[in-house]
């Protein structure tokens, strides 16, 4: 058992390489924190513009994307270089993000809300396809 202790906040969300090489998690300080595994060394943190709810590392790892608040945040996963972000998606401002995930594809990628609805997104330029509605409480 390892524990990797540099988020000064309780961390919401963790992912993983494919071969477990890297884990990355987001916290409630704005920051991702890209550990590789087996040294438990930071290798990497990028900042987002709200509390991280939800990260997802695109099928081909190269791409992560960053939820929470209103918006989406894009990184090349390697190099931290920030994409144009997905800002002002809930169209509703007490909506939080609180969920991501992509398609096996990594053509699109879903967005689940404290509104209980979910928004299917291009996952290249977070075009808005459809929002999904149903739910009665928070997508998590």
């Not at 930071?42 to 509390?51: F, I, P, Q």
């Not at 894009?74 to 969920?99: C, D, H, R, W, Y």
């Not at 992509?102 to 404290?114: E, H, L, R, V």
Request: charged residues 20%.
């Amino acid at each position: 058992v390892k524990s990797y202790p540099d988020h000064p906040e309780f961390p919401y969300c963790v992912g993983s390489t494919k071969d477990g090489s890297k884990i990355f998690s987001g916290s409630g300080n704005w920051n991702l924190r890209i550990w590789k595994t087996d040294t438990g060394e930071v290798v990497g943190t990028l900042r987002h513009l709200s509390a991280i709810k939800a990260a997802i590392l695109s099928p081909d790892e190269k791409t992560i994307y960053l939820g929470g608040g209103d918006h989406i945040s894009v990184f090349e996963f390697e190099t931290g270089k920030p994409m144009p972000p997905f800002k002002g998606i809930t169209g509703n401002p007490t909506s939080q993000l609180t969920a991501l995930c992509m398609s096996p594809d990594g053509k699109t990628i879903y967005a689940g809300f404290q509104s209980g609805v979910i928004h299917v997104r291009d996952a290249q330029t977070g075009k808005l396809i459809t929002v999904l509605q149903g739910h009665e409480a928070t997508v998590h």
